[in-house]
């Protein structure tokens, strides 16, 4: 917990019980209306065999103020914590501005390494809508992990392998122009027109097959056939991780694994794990109530499972990670299952440290997208028509914007960006482009709206202000406001604890209601305004309101997204 008045309170609780802080969860009592957090007596209770009410009651009566806290009720179970108003701005705005743009990071990763599988699409077919969803969890996690002092290695695992290729290969010499170049779209059309050929004529799946062993086994035109379609879909994703501003440590295909795979098939052998079942090579997993996990197909071939292994046991190597995260569809759970047991069943020591972190579909209109079909939804064209309507949108409202292209972009992507990563990742993901670019409502452009809003304030705050007296922030709502940013720091590492970015999604957008229910007070009532007459009062509130902003900033970045001056 780095919060510092929930670690008061928690503190108190375990001094007033002789237990350890750590025992305390520190909740936020309902709508705060009896204090600003709260916390249950019945860890303490069930060590002792007491009444939690009691020792609640006893341990608030027990309460004199300190670090930070005015008082100490006890509400049946639990005792409830104020703090001391003065002191919470005093600690929060120093902590803000103390931290400048390390805000709500920490070094609790230090020394740590983390390696995160993201994005990772099959090549020779276009990035589909549906990968925006490992793209946009992954690209979090890598800088949620970052911003937390762990070392990060974002892997690109691209799918390069694979009997796929084979009938690529097939298709391309059957059917391409002589000297023709591939781009991806052809090679999209080829392979859905291999895919209907094959059904007619089944010997064209023996020549895939064929095709695909040359490959494996170096053949010279097949090896520079299949480098110009990696070449050319790496060149096309290239552009699409731009427009996300995501990047990679590491963009390694599976076929890079390929020299490695014989050497952990017979490792795993040793290890008497690999038995035989039907010409096949496996590891038997019916012990662990799952199908075998298939190492080496009856023709030679090499699987998907045999290069996920092979690419851990080089991933450990090369980085000795304390944690390897797999940000792949909920649809691969088996896979991982099986590829994580047969890791623990070979005794790796870092078996324990791998995490599938699995998500739910994207639904498009109330459809699933598939890729099998051929008729994809692009990614692109998606970024594409969401910068086209906030550009549409930025129109209608502000006309006069001078970077209006550079905005459109943030906020069309923003938009695409927020939306999927606004629930938890498990839940699947409902695609609805009225909402989703919204500009009120839990939206993306909504939270980017109301950092923009505040820059221009702070662009108007006059000269020659004081420095800021935090005791002028005395206000319930500029409570409620700082108590949200001391929470930000423990946001941020539980986001990347749980693998969770939505923690922070949310965060920002209690934030932001937090905030317009504090700035909009000025409509009302021109003394409450942010840049009010009293020239004391304003200066403390500018701080707020610069803190409000530096903390919507780095909750933005810290999920992928960018943060407008102007909208
Ligand atoms: N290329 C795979 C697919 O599109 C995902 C790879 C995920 N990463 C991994 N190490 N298996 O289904």
């Known amino acids: 917990m780095r919060n510092p008045f929930r670690r008061a309170a928690a503190s108190f609780v375990a001094s007033a019980t002789g237990m350890d802080p750590s025992a305390f969860a520190v909740t936020d009592p309902p709508g705060h209306a009896a204090g600003d957090w709260a916390v249950g007596l019945f860890p303490a ?29 006890a509400a049946g179970p639990f005792v409830n914590f104020t703090a001391d ?93 002589p000297g023709e170049v591939p781009t991806v779209d ?15 004529d089944p010997a064209l799946d023996a020549r895939a097959r064929a095709r695909f062993a040359a490959l494996e086994a170096g053949d010279p035109a097949a090896r520079a056939l299949w480098g110009e379609f990696r070449r050319v879909s790496l060149e096309e994703y290239r552009q699409v991780y731009d427009m996300l501003g995501v990047s ?15 050497p952990a098939v017979e490792m795993l052998r040793s290890k008497g794990l690999v ?13 662990d109530g799952m199908p075998p996990c298939l190492l080496r197909k009856g023709d030679g071939a090499t699987l998907y499972a045999t290069r996920d292994i092979a690419a851990a046991l080089w991933r450990y190597e090369h980085h000795a990670f304390d944690r390897a995260l797999y940000v792949v569809d909920r649809g691969q759970a088996l896979h991982f299952r099986q590829w994580r047991r047969v890791l623990e069943r070979a005794g ?57 292209d550079l905005v459109a972009r943030q906020v069309g992507v923003g938009a695409v960006i927020f939306n999927d990563l606004s629930n938890q990742r498990r839940r699947d993901v409902d695609f609805d482009w009225d909402r989703m670019l919204s500009f009120e409502g839990d939206t993306g452009p909504y939270l980017q709206y109301a950092h923009a809003r505040t820059a221009s304030m702070l662009r108007r705050v006059p000269a020659g202000l ?6 002028r922030l005395l206000l319930p709502e500029e409570a409620a406001v700082l108590r949200l940013l001391a929470d930000f720091p423990d946001r941020v590492e539980k986001a990347a604890a749980d693998a969770e970015p939505c923690l922070v999604t949310t965060f920002l957008l209690d934030l932001c209601a937090a905030f317009s229910r504090w700035y909009d007070l000025g409509n009302r009532d021109p003394a409450l305004k942010v840049l009010c007459e009293d020239r004391e009062t ?28 102007e909208m």
């Open 275 to 287: 038995t035989e079942s039907d010409g096949a090579e496996v590891v038997d997993l019916s012990a």
């Open 466 to 471: 004081p420095a800021g007296d935090p005791a």
């Open 538 to 565: 304003a200066a403390a509130r500018v701080r707020l309101a610069r803190a409000v902003r530096a903390t919507l900033e780095r909750g933005l970045f810290l999920v992928g997204m960018e943060a407008p001056e």
């Open 348 to 404: 790796f020591p870092f078996a324990a440290a791998v995490e599938h972190v699995d998500f739910g579909q994207v639904r498009f209109g109330g459809f699933k997208t598939g890729t099998r079909t051929g008729n994809v939804i692009r990614l692109r064209e998606v970024l594409e028509e969401a910068i086209a309507v906030a550009r549409r949108k930025i129109e209608e409202k502000n006309p006069g914007l001078a970077a209006k």
């Open 248 to 262: 990679f440590d590491l963009v390694m295909g599976e076929s890079e694994f390929e020299e490695f795979l014989g």
């Open 186 to 200: 052809r090679l999209n059309d080829l392979y859905v027109r291999f895919r209907a050929a094959a059904k007619a």
């Open 45 to 73: 209770a069930k060590a002792k065999g007491a009444n939690p009410a009691a020792l609640a009651a006893e341990a608030a009566a027990a309460f004199t103020p300190r670090d930070g806290l005015a008082s100490a009720a």
């Open 85 to 177: 108003r003065a002191a919470l701005a005093a600690g929060v705005l120093r902590d803000v501005e103390a931290a400048g743009a390390r805000w709500g990071g920490s070094d609790g990763g230090a020394g740590r390494t983390v390696v995160i599988d993201f994005s990772s699409p099959n090549i020779a077919k276009h990035l589909a809508f549906h990968h925006i969803r490992s793209t946009m969890i992954g690209n979090a996690l890598a800088r949620l992990h970052r911003a937390c002092g762990w070392k990060v290695v974002g892997v690109n695992h691209l799918g390069d392998w694979g009997t796929t290729f084979g009938m690529l290969l097939v298709a391309w010499e059957e059917w391409a122009a």
